[in-house]
């Protein structure tokens, strides 16, 4: 994983760049209670173990936002970025869809492609980056995304 700096004038050529995918994240049962407790979500599919096994996932799975959520971690250290870059913004999602549940005990990782980079003024950037993040032995992703950021140059 690597960030590649390139002149603000060459942003517009990062559109296809793929990364390489994240590392590997596992999505404890304690990582999950501990979601559940932050967003006051405790929906029996994601915190009681037992009752969760009866259902068609046979045990809890992790909240969708939980997933989402750890992109932000997924993507450190991987991108293009603009030189001189002030900070980046999360400006949101145009598009985001839970494809497949996250079994307590997986691990999942991001795979991103650049999709747009639009240029706003002389400072800013709007990034569109198609996100999808595996789990681990599993054919369909947890979910897929279409990410928007907001890059400001100094």
Known sequence: MAIKVVPADEMVNAVGSRFEPSKWIEITQDRIN??????????????????????PF??????????????????????????????????????????????????VRSHVEVLDVTRKDDKRFLIKQGVSVEIEGEETPALVAEWLSMVVTA
């Open 34 to 55: 501990t979601f559940a407790d932050c967003t006051e979500d405790h929906q029996f599919i994601h915190i009681d173990e037992e009752a969760a096994k009866n259902t």
């Open 58 to 107: 046979g045990g809890t799975i992790a909240h969708g936002f939980l997933t989402l959520s750890l992109l932000s971690k997924m993507i450190e250290g991987n991108g293009v970025i603009p030189e001189n870059m002030a900070m980046g913004l999360n400006y949101g999602f145009d598009k985001v869809r839970f494809l497949a549940p996250v079994r307590a005990g997986k691990r």
